[in-house]
Every structure is written in C-alpha cells, then in structure tokens.
C-alpha cells in the first residue's frame, strides 16, 4: 500500500468513527503508522484543547496551525511553549493584524457566545497572508449534561489591487451528552464543513480584519441554520 494509499484508507476510517473520539483515534493511528503523523495532524480538525499563555495568564486555543514540532505559539504573547529558539512566527506586518484580530474576535467571543475561548493565528504567504480563527465553548456540566461547540476557520487573503481575494473554510464540531431523567440517555456528536470565497474592498491593514469577519459571518448564519 502506498503513502497515498495510507493516508486516504485512514482519512475514511476517521469519517466513519465518532467525532468525539477523533483525537485519540488520531494518536491510534499514528502509533500504528507514525509516518502518516504530519500529514493527519495537517488534514484532521480536531476538538480544541486550552492552554494558559505563561507570559500573559490568558488562556488560548492550541491546533495544528500555531504548533511547531511539540511546542505552540501563544497569540498573546508571540512565544512557544515549551520555549523553543527558532520557532516560526509571523512578519511584523501580519503579526500586529494578528494582534489586531486577536482583539476584535476576543470581543466578538464575549458577546456572542457569553463566555468561552477564542484565539487567532495569521501566516504570511507569498502574494499574501493565511490564518486560522478559533472558537471554543463549553457549556458547564449542569448534572449529568454537558455540550462542546468548538469552530475552525482557515483563510487565505490573497492581495490584488485595492482589493483582496478571501477563500475560508470553517468546521464546527458540536458534542451534546445528557443522562436528565425527563430525555433519557442520548449522546450527539457530528461536524460540519462549510467553504465559501469572496472578493472585498481593502483600504488598509484593518479592512482585512473587517473583511474576514464579514465572511465568517456568512458561514455562521449558514452553519447556525444547519444545526438548527
């Protein structure tokens, strides 16, 4: 059997196992086949796991997308945990839109979800610049129930003149769980991915901050309908 072959037989497998286990059947596959890790860990979107950025105290999302090798990039702080010297960060330009995005989706998280994480990692790329915005929230056991929303966004901005093509892909992975008397027992877990690509006006830095929220609105609307 080929690499490709591999990687595809494993990708299927996932799709047919429950979501909610899709992080340790992940770490199952890649002790059977430890060549597939880099390419699974880049394929697979998994539920998202919180860690508390030592520099700062504020908690932040971990993914594939700010992880080097066994360490990952706080968004605010711009440093790796554990401490690594020669970790890959963003130029000064996309890092301070990073800053910038970070701030305006940890304000947009608070009003909209009440509570949660969020966290935004930018890139660049060679005709422009690439990112991920995160969200998580887990709703407090109340008994024997409990759900976990978590959201993945990828982007890719490319720069045109005075405008800027917007390519995003965003997965939700949703888990409900409750034992209440008045339901039975039942145990949800599925995700959901949902691309879409635009075109926008940019006058400077900052639009681009507006702009992809703008587009990740469209997919929400679309993807809250959905789950509704």
Not at 172 to 197: C, F, K, P, W, Y
Not at 206 to 224: P, Q, Y
Request: with cysteine.
């Amino acid at each position: 059997m080929t690499a490709a072959d591999q990687i595809d037989s494993a990708l299927d497998l996932l799709r047919r196992l429950d979501p909610k286990h899709t992080s340790k059947n992940v770490e199952r596959i890649c002790g059977l086949v430890p060549d597939l890790t880099e390419e699974l860990l880049e394929s697979v979107d998994q539920p998202l796991t919180t860690r508390r950025c030592k520099k700062t105290g504020r908690e932040y999302l971990l993914c594939d997308y700010n992880r080097d090798g066994d360490s990952y990039r706080s968004p605010w702080s711009n440093e790796f945990d554990p401490s690594i010297s020669d970790g890959t960060v963003p130029s000064e330009r996309v890092r301070k839109m990073e800053e910038m995005a970070n701030e305006a989706f940890d304000t947009y998280r608070d009003l909209y979800y009440e509570g949660g994480v969020s966290s935004v990692y930018f890139w660049n790329l060679d005709d422009g610049f690439a990112g991920c915005v995160l969200l998580k929230k887990a709703v407090s056991a109340t008994g024997k129930s409990k759900g976990v929303w978590d959201s993945i966004h990828v982007f890719e901005a490319v720069d045109r003149a005075r405008t800027a093509h917007y390519k995003l892909t965003s997965t939700v992975i949703l888990h409900l769980s409750t034992a209440a008397e008045s339901l039975g027992d039942m145990d949800l877990s599925g995700n959901m991915t949902r691309q879409i690509e635009q075109d926008m006006a940019v006058e400077d830095d900052k639009s681009h901050i507006v702009n992809i929220g703008r587009v990740g609105e469209v997919v929400r609307d679309a993807e809250g309908r959905t789950t509704r």
